[in-house]
């Protein structure tokens, strides 16, 4: 059987019935083996060493495996010099503690069937042909799981790629790429679906000389998926990083019990997500599930679990050699120090690209470094050494405590941009790595040049070939640290069986209603059936108002001019009142109503919005409002329940929330108020998550701070009844 390293395709839901749930200590004995094999069968064993079946065996001789090897193939004596038995049974009293499984098709469930029959604990199916193809295929697949379950083995794939242990040389893996790129142990582990994904993040690493200790690609994810393997690798105290690819999470639970572990363990955990379905979100009644979609519920997951999403390959490794240093980033504030002006230049664009803050030295710092640089040097923040760096050996480590008793500066990233005759690199190198050690501060360098790089490298200093690299790796390191400082565990949440549902969307009026019941502020409103009714309304209220078309079937009022504003007197609200009443008529609907309210005035529009993601549970989003909201997808989203302070802290996430702290003649605007309606659409979100599709309010009336704000328009959407 020939096999291409092959991403994972997911082809919907399987039919088996899952396993008991285990207790922790047993679901981490069930695991033990995938990484960690005493010995290993393989079933449909090649001589050659290019082929599926006989790469693994390969690899587990060439860096050293200490277990027991079994060869599977009733064609065969001898594989790769070794003897090879014609079946599983012929191997004796001895069973393998995993099997890779290398035949195709039928061959491939009846090798599960043996092994799990046998007592294997783990078997890691390399063949393709299952649910990636099909409907076909995912019967296939439900046969092979429900034999292994029936005995209690363990499977990763299929469709995989396999698994490797790095330290120990258990190398159930047929990439190619261990023979290209020499593997190293280290402190790092990756876990993807994908096989491609798992070997070009290691490729990288192994580029910048860092080592990985653990790399699986899961396949089909069918039984051990990958949230359940990045479990296991926590539970290794010399893991410090664990990079994941994934196409779809299947266990989020076990992920979020993983960034748990993680966090107590002093593990950083990045995740690289591959596609994002919008699936129904062209349809959606709610602006909401279009802005929403699956990716901002898994932001929000992975926020609320202090997991970093990257946005690329790159992204996933680029800042791992500070994750390994681990020091303290603080505040962030960096200091950039070259001996080349135009290089602070660009070291100071790229961090106001990124959000990363460049600090202020402090005039103790200042008259330091004053003493320190020739006369027509200004020590400042970026700090321009000079040329005077050219033969001046003591200068650069003199700076460098300088700057370390600054306590200002958090970072450091150091540009290197040319080197040669004159430039002892050995020695600034060595000064940077006693730097970092004292003074325990992230320390960057950038550097054109491989041979300058490496200088660094071999002493331990994260470097980059670019400024921008660099600084994107400070800041995002600097970033996830905060996240995971205000990691908290989540919540668990229940929902209400006596709050109550309607079905498909409700209109106006019934939603602001359900919304205030849980403490939202609505605008004062009241709903009318006829156009004298509306008019006696204005007569009690004066003016302005708004008077609006009613109906659950026309949600976007707009866009049929059934919104009515800065009404003002009994005749105007009549008028605009039968408006809306013919136009909603014309349109279909039966009983028109209208719904007269107060017109609110606010500095700007902010939006609500909720939905109930099956994985992830019901996500809150809060944005800049009106009608542009989908055009501009200023939006934060966050998973209920949360705190005020937590719905504040991602308000000041999005890009307009400088006009929340004023701006120029602008007062304040009542951030907090935003922040408390926002817990309110969780608790409702929460109480109704069995039956709620979505939740859009559009527009809130953020008024000026102490003031509150005001829904002054929503759209609830339930599930439709079966």
């Given at each position: 059987m020939e096999q291409a390293d092959q991403d994972v395709r997911h082809e919907g839901e399987l039919n088996v019935k899952p396993l008991p749930q285990a207790t922790f200590e047993d679901r981490m004995m069930s695991v033990a083996s995938v990484f960690n094999p005493t010995s290993v069968a393989i079933i449909g064993a090649s001589d050659n060493p290019n082929k599926v079946g006989g790469r693994a065996i390969h690899y587990m001789r060439k860096f050293g495996y200490c277990g027991r090897i079994f060869p599977v193939n009733p064609a065969r004596q001898t594989i790769q010099g070794m003897a090879c038995y014609a079946s599983l049974e012929d191997i004796g009293?001895?069973?393998?503690?995993?099997?890779i499984i290398a035949v195709s098709g039928e061959d491939a469930v009846e090798a599960v069937h043996r092994c799990a029959k046998r007592g294997v604990s783990t078997a890691v199916v390399m063949s393709s042909g299952f649910a990636e193809i099909g409907a076909a295929g995912r019967k296939l697949q439900?046969?092979?799981?429900?034999?292994?379950?029936?005995?209690?083995?363990?499977?990763?794939?299929?469709?995989?790629?396999?698994?490797?242990?790095?330290?120990?040389?258990?190398i159930l893996n047929f990439s190619t790429m261990f023979t290209e790129v020499a593997p190293q142990d280290g402190p790092i582990a990756i876990i993807s679906q994908s096989g491609a994904a798992s070997?070009?993040?290691?490729?990288?690493?192994?580029?910048?000389?860092?080592?990985?200790?653990?790399?699986?690609s899961t396949g089909n994810d069918a039984d051990l998926g990958v949230s359940e393997l990045v479990r296991s690798v926590t539970c290794d105290p010399d893991i410090r990083l664990i990079l994941i690819y994934v196409e779809a999470i299947t266990r989020p639970d076990l992920l979020a019990e993983a960034a748990h572990l993680a966090f107590q363990r002093g593990i950083r955990i990045?995740?690289?997500?591959?596609?994002?379905?919008?699936?129904?979100?062209?349809?959606?009644?709610?602006?909401?599930?279009?802005?929403?979609?699956?990716?901002?519920?898994?932001?929000?997951?992975?926020?609320?679990?202090g997991i970093w999403r990257a946005q690329d390959v790159h992204g996933l490794v680029n800042a791992a050699a500070l994750y390994?240093?681990?020091?303290?980033?603080?505040?962030?504030?960096?200091?950039?120090?070259?001996?080349?002006?135009?290089?602070?230049?660009?070291?100071?664009?790229?961090?106001?690209?990124?959000?990363?803050?460049?600090?202020?030295?402090d005039a103790a710092t200042r008259d330091t470094l004053r003493n320190?640089?020739?006369?027509?040097?200004?020590?400042?923040?970026?700090?321009?050494?000079?040329?005077?760096?050219?033969?001046?050996?003591?200068m650069f480590p003199r700076v460098l405590e300088g700057l370390g008793s600054c306590r200002e500066a958090d970072m450091l990233l150091i540009g290197i941009p040319v080197a040669g005759p004159g430039y002892d690199i050995p020695a600034l190198a060595d000064a940077t790595a006693a730097f970092a050690l004292q003074r325990r501060k992230p320390v960057a360098v950038t550097a054109p040049q491989l041979s300058v790089r490496k200088e660094f490298q071999e002493r331990g200093i994260p470097t980059f070939a670019s400024e921008t690299d660099a600084v994107q790796a400070l800041s995002q390191y600097f970033r996830h640290s905060r996240l995971q400082a205000n990691w908290k565990p989540a919540t668990s949440s229940q929902a209400d069986p006596d709050a109550g549902h309607g079905q498909g969307l409700l209109d106006e009026a019934e939603s602001l209603d359900r919304l205030a019941k849980y403490g939202l502020?609505?605008?004062?409103?009241?709903?009318?059936?006829?156009?004298?009714?509306?008019?006696?309304?204005?007569?009690?209220?004066?003016?302005?108002?708004?008077?609006?078309?009613?109906?659950?079937?026309?949600?976007?009022?707009?866009?049929?001019?059934?919104?009515?504003l800065h009404v003002s007197g009994e005749e105007q609200a009549r008028v605009a009142a039968q408006d809306c009443l013919d136009k909603l008529s014309a349109l279909g609907i039966e009983e028109p109503r209208v719904l007269v309210a107060r017109m609110v005035k606010a500095q700007h529009e902010f939006m609500l919005g909720v939905t109930v993601d099956?994985?992830?549970?019901?996500?809150?989003?809060?944005?800049?409002?009106?009608?542009?909201?989908?055009?501009?997808?200023?939006?934060?989203?966050?998973?209920?329940?949360?705190?005020?302070?937590?719905?504040?802290?991602?308000?000041?996430?999005l890009r307009i929330a400088p006009i929340l702290r004023g701006y120029r003649h602008a007062p304040p605007l009542d951030a907090r108020a935003l922040a408390r309606a926002a817990v309110a659409l969780g608790r409702f979100a929460i109480a109704h998550r069995n039956v709620l599709q979505s939740a859009d309010l559009n527009p809130v009336m953020v008024l000026q701070e102490g003031h509150g704000v005001s829904v002054v328009d929503a759209v609830i959407e339930f599930k439709e009844e079966v």
């Open positions: 009293e001895e069973v393998p503690d995993a099997a439900e046969e092979l799981l429900a034999g292994a379950q029936e005995h209690g083995m363990r499977l990763v794939g299929p469709n995989a790629q396999g698994i490797a242990n790095f330290a120990s040389g258990a070997v070009m993040p290691y490729a990288l690493l192994r580029e910048k000389g860092l080592g990985v200790r653990y790399l699986a990045i995740l690289l997500k591959g596609g994002s379905s919008q699936k129904g979100a062209a349809a959606a009644a709610s602006h909401t599930g279009a802005l929403v979609g699956q990716d901002g519920a898994l932001d929000a997951f992975l926020a609320q679990n390994l240093d681990g020091f303290p980033s603080q505040s962030g504030r960096t200091v950039v120090m070259s001996h080349s002006g135009a290089v602070g230049v660009l070291c100071a664009d790229a961090a106001e690209r990124a959000g990363l803050p460049l600090t202020e030295l320190l640089l020739p006369g027509f040097a200004t020590a400042a923040n970026p700090l321009d050494l000079t040329a005077a760096l050219l033969g001046n050996d003591d502020p609505v605008v004062d409103h009241v709903v009318c059936g006829d156009a004298e009714t509306a008019s006696r309304a204005a007569s009690r209220w004066g003016g302005p108002l708004v008077v609006k078309g009613c109906a659950a079937q026309v949600p976007h009022k707009t866009e049929h001019s059934l919104v009515h099956p994985l992830f549970g019901p996500a809150v989003t809060i944005g800049e409002g009106g009608i542009l909201v989908e055009i501009r997808r200023d939006v934060v989203s966050i998973l209920a329940p949360f705190s005020e302070e937590e719905a504040l802290s991602a308000i000041m996430k």
